[in-house]
């Protein structure tokens, strides 16, 4: 299914902009398209062309047409920039939004020019009513998810039924709804990294009813691992990782839809395929796979939520135990504005091992063995999987960074400010740019 993605508050400021009591109004959205490993693609937004009065040749309360003078440029940076155009109209008088005879033969007509002129990229029609606000492919019926991704992720147009609700998810419905439930149902999430907080991510999430897994770690099972890993033996030593979380994922919920991918997120192309998903968990703890999915996330409008633990350990034996949670989404300041990331570090972890040997400011490893309790991962992935429920289904938890300082037994929300030259989550950043744009990642 194509879906149109708005950074928010994108489409809300568009419905705003449009709004006129008596006179149909239009506009249309420049949008990065970006093809879907699964089939369908999404319509990043990038631009919105809104025009003036004089830029109407017909308005009225059932007609709408805007000047070649005001279209054609935009179409021309279309076709150069090989984007996708989507034309929004409204009805003004109409509580429902459906498209009218009239819309059908404006839309075959503009659907036949736009091919002709190519290049062949898919094209889209929305339709603002009143309380509504739908879509579909350009000169077709077929329809189109309008998403706006945020503090939370709005679907504003979904023709799906309701959800089967299953007696193993009574409880999860009683209190935050069918809805909420269905959404769980219909979503597709990536874990990346199936350690200590990425194992327990997944079993909340098979527990969940998540419909789509996206399990990706290049890691096997480690005797050191048995002290956190959810779900891993004695008998799985030196087994994927993914493997490992897929088995228990399917063995709480056979009707998860799980897939492995058994590759580190910094090589080249890997990100790309993750972040095709609604939403992702970062369960890494280097710097080089979190810089990529932090620029990932603006990039390409997909909300991910961050999280790590940290225990340090003093000369005299006294531990100090920390953590954060973080959503990395259009609106909300990134890792680098949150002081979350070494650009060192990153340097230093996405060379190759040839890179990494000619270096001379490279002087050994980045870290060593860090110290990890089952107890702490729980405490974080927890945090994070609540934040996933509340931008998803609709649970009433405001915080979108949250710190945990475990010695002083104390949980914040907090806030960080974004640097407004930051080139990832900036007004200023390519937001939505997808595939316009390389994600980094070690060439092989």
Request: glycine share 8%.
């Amino acid at each position: 299914m194509t879906t149109i993605t708005f950074a928010a508050p994108g489409l809300q400021r568009l419905r705003e902009q449009l709004q006129h009591p008596a006179l149909e109004s239009g506009a249309i959205l420049l949008c990065s398209p970006m093809p879907l490993t699964s089939g369908g693609e999404r319509l990043l937004v990038i631009e919105v062309h809104v025009p003036t009065d004089a830029d109407y040749t017909v308005r009225t309360l059932v007609r709408v047409e805007m000047s070649s003078a005001f279209c054609l440029p935009i179409e021309q940076a279309a076709r150069q920039r090989k984007l996708s155009l989507v034309y929004v109209h409204t009805h003004p008088g109409a509580a429902v939004a459906e498209f009218s005879s009239v819309d059908d033969d404006a839309e075959q007509q503009m659907a036949g020019y736009l091919k002709m002129r190519g290049p062949h990229v898919s094209h889209a029609a929305m339709l603002f009513g009143q309380t509504e606000v739908r879509a579909r492919l350009l000169g077709a019926q077929e329809p189109v998810k309008v998403v706006e991704v945020g503090d939370t992720l709005q679907i504003h147009s979904d023709d799906a039924g309701p959800v089967k609700t299953q007696d193993q998810f009574d409880r999860q419905v009683r209190a935050f709804g069918e809805d909420g439930q269905r959404r769980l149902s219909q979503l597709r999430i990536a874990i990346v990294g199936l350690g200590g907080t990425g194992s327990l991510v997944a079993q909340q999430c098979a527990h969940l009813g998540v419909g789509e897994i996206l399990l990706v770690d290049d890691d096997r099972i480690e005797f050191t691992n048995l002290n956190r890993v959810v779900g891993a033996t004695r008998r799985d030593v030196d087994e994927p990782k993914v493997e490992v979380a897929r088995r228990m994922i399917q063995q709480i919920n056979p009707d998860a839809r799980v897939t492995t991918l058994p590759k580190d997120v910094t090589q080249d192309g890997v990100a790309r395929r993750v972040i095709e998903s609604d939403l992702v968990f970062c369960c890494t703890d280097s710097h080089a796979s979190r810089h990529v999915l932090n620029q990932a996330a603006y990039q390409y409008l997909t909300p991910v939520i961050d999280m790590g633990v940290s225990i340090s350990v003093a000369s005299n034996g006294a531990a100090t135990f920390a953590g954060h949670s973080k959503l990395l989404a259009p609106g909300q300041a990134c890792l680098w504005c949150s002081k979350h990331l070494d650009s060192e570090q990153v340097r230093r972890e996405l060379m190759t091992d040839e890179q990494r040997a000619g270096d001379p400011y490279v002087l050994g490893a980045a870290h060593g063995v860090q110290p990890a309790v089952i107890s702490l991962n729980s405490t974080m992935a927890s945090i994070s999987v609540t934040m996933m429920l509340a931008v998803v289904a609709g649970v009433p938890a405001a915080p979108r960074y949250v710190l945990y300082q475990g010695n002083r037994g104390r949980m914040n929300a907090a806030v960080a400010d974004r640097d407004l030259s930051c080139p990832f989550c900036s007004p200023f950043a390519p937001l939505g740019w997808g595939d316009l744009l390389q994600l980094p990642g070690k060439q092989p």
